[in-house]
């Protein structure tokens, strides 16, 4: 087993040339030095050194050791300066995992925001159901995933980023729009155009249809936000879409917004991470990054504050 203490001092003897000048580059005497190389020679079974006169030369088993030392040193130093780097967020990768319609509709703002501030850092993005994402954090596929909350194992830990409404859009021709408010009930006439079961926001509102023990009688699965938002358009039915999917649609009079006598509807918008798992320097910044924002009362308040922090152009 070779001590890299003994190796360290070996190395610098090699390279300074003399145990002296070997001494004052390690700080220590050069009796200590003297000491370290002859034990890493009964350690390893050979000599090192030759002397001829004043001269100290390695030998040949000491000229192999000394490149091996020289690539070993090599990268310890560079592993040094890669933690430091991660320390001062010159450099690290960070991977999150985010829900389908937040990765469309949020997270562009929020990645670009937070790259502004450390440009140095890699942000890779997956995408997934809300379901998924905790099964992915749970198996360390990201170190941080921003989820529509769903119900979570106990090695979650989570922090609340935001809450945003669930809308029940329609065609502005749609008959519906025209009433003051419309119950869940009247819903079983119009075609229900949702993402699949594993989406959050249809989890949530299917668990009011079930409280009320209401079935509706046509629906249509689409895998697309925009997709739905193009089928709804068209007044091929309608569709319950987080505010932030539809509130440029909305304003600009493409959707419709219809009322509810049940509502509103609500869902928590969580940052998520394992327990106990020691996070890294990214991480971290990132989570702290997010918290700075995490009063706001809606995405689309949060988006528009994470715009503030951009520079401007």
Not at 288 to 297: E, G, I, M, V
Request: aromatic letters at 8%; one cysteine or more.
């Amino acid at each position: 087993m070779i001590n890299l203490n003994q190796l360290r001092a070996f190395y610098s003897v090699v390279k300074t040339g003399t145990f002296s000048k070997a001494a004052t580059e390690l700080f220590v005497t050069e009796p200590a030095v003297f000491i370290q190389v002859r034990s890493l020679e009964r350690s390893l079974g050979f000599k090192l050194f030759d002397k001829i006169g004043k001269d100290l030369t390695p030998t040949e088993t000491g000229k192999l050791l000394y490149g091996y030392a020289g690539r070993i040193f090599g990268l310890v130093d560079e592993a040094e300066n890669a933690i430091k780097d991660v320390r001062d967020l010159k450099a690290g990768d960070l991977r999150v995992g985010t829900a389908n319609a937040l990765a469309q509709y949020l997270m562009p703002i929020v990645i670009s925001a937070f790259r502004d501030k450390h440009p140095k850092i890699q942000v890779h993005l997956d995408e997934a159901s809300s379901s998924e994402l905790v099964r992915g954090v749970v198996a360390r596929d990201y170190e941080v995933a921003i989820v529509a909350r769903v119900a979570y194992p106990d090695s979650i830990k989570n922090m609340s980023l935001s809450r945003e409404e669930v809308l029940l859009v329609a065609s502005p021709r749609c008959k519906l729009v025209s009433k003051p408010a419309c119950s869940l009930e009247e819903l079983n006439g119009s075609p229900m155009i949702c993402r699949d079961i594993r989406s959050a926001t249809r989890q949530a509102i299917w668990k009011e249809f079930e409280k009320r023990s209401i079935k509706p009688s046509a629906i249509i699965e689409a895998g697309n936000t925009e997709f739905i938002k193009n089928l709804v358009g068209n007044d091929n039915g309608v569709s319950f879409l987080a505010k932030i999917c539809v509130r440029k649609e909305v304003e600009r009079g493409e959707l419709a917004v219809i009322a509810l006598k049940e509502g509103p509807f609500f869902l928590d918008i969580d940052v998520i991470h394992l327990k106990g798992k020691t996070l890294s320097s990214a991480a971290t910044t990132f989570l702290q990054f997010l918290a700075r924002t995490s009063s706001a009362p809606n995405l689309g308040s949060f988006v528009d504050a994470m715009e503030e922090k951009k520079p401007a152009v």
